[in-house]
């Protein structure tokens, strides 16, 4: 009878190209002979390396929303803006669809992304079979949508590069656009150290 799995085929697949690569021993030191890059059956130490980014992240995540991401001035008269109050802006002026897309970029996909990565953490290493097609998916959903989160970011560098009218109006980027950025890196970085294999490897124990 074949082996129902690649891990049980002593088999990995190469993180870089993708090359299904027959591992020996206990698969360390093995390389992809397409690629050269190293293969392992796992992620080396996936949850320990995610957990830190996703607490790194979380942390983070308070000052981006407390703190003004960027300060105008204009006419000698200085105002700070945060993620949230420039959603209110918009808002009060009539601008929703502006308002959702800043509100749902900037607030809602990182907390979304830390509160996927959590639960993922958790049911890996409690074992869970809950719903792993589910959660495969939730997964690669982190994976899809954790570079728009960069969407603040992108229009504050744009703002303070065009509007420099001397004494007239500046706009710099603030404490809170820093914090923002390293959510958004953190986050990122916590979904590519994850591994989602771990996911099935309960779901086959289970079978087995």
């Keep these: 009878m074949s082996a129902a799995t690649a891990i049980a085929a002593s088999c990995a697949s190469c993180h870089d190209c993708g090359l299904l690569v027959r591992m020996s ?13 190293p293969v392992h059956s796992r992620k080396p130490r996936s949850l320990e390396r995610t957990l830190a980014f996703v ?15 960027m300060a105008v001035t204009s006419l000698g008269k200085t105002s700070a803006d945060t993620i949230m109050s420039g959603v209110i802006y918009f808002v009060l002026h009539g601008d929703w669809p502006l308002a959702i897309i ?3 970029a900037s607030v809602f996909v990182p907390l979304l992304k830390l509160m996927i990565l ?3 953490l958790i049911t890996v290493r409690s074992g869970s079979r809950w719903r792993p097609v589910d959660r495969t998916r939730m997964y690669r959903l982190t994976e899809l949508i954790g570079r728009w989160s960069m969407v603040d970011i992108y229009v504050v560098t744009i703002l ?20 923002f950025g ?13 591994d989602p294999r771990l996911i099935w490897d309960a779901a086959e124990t289970g079978k087995s």
């Design 25 to 37: 021993g206990h698969g360390h030191g093995i390389r992809c002979p397409r690629c050269g890059a």
């Design 55 to 69: 607490i790194a992240a979380a942390v983070c995540y308070v000052p981006a929303n407390l703190l003004p991401v």
């Design 118 to 120: 959590a639960m993922l």
């Design 102 to 104: 800043i509100f749902t």
């Design 182 to 194: 390293a959510v958004v890196v953190l986050t990122i970085l916590a979904a590519e150290s994850f």
């Design 160 to 179: 303070v590069a065009l509007v420099r009218l001397g004494n007239l109006a500046t706009i710099e980027a603030g404490a809170g656009a820093v914090f």
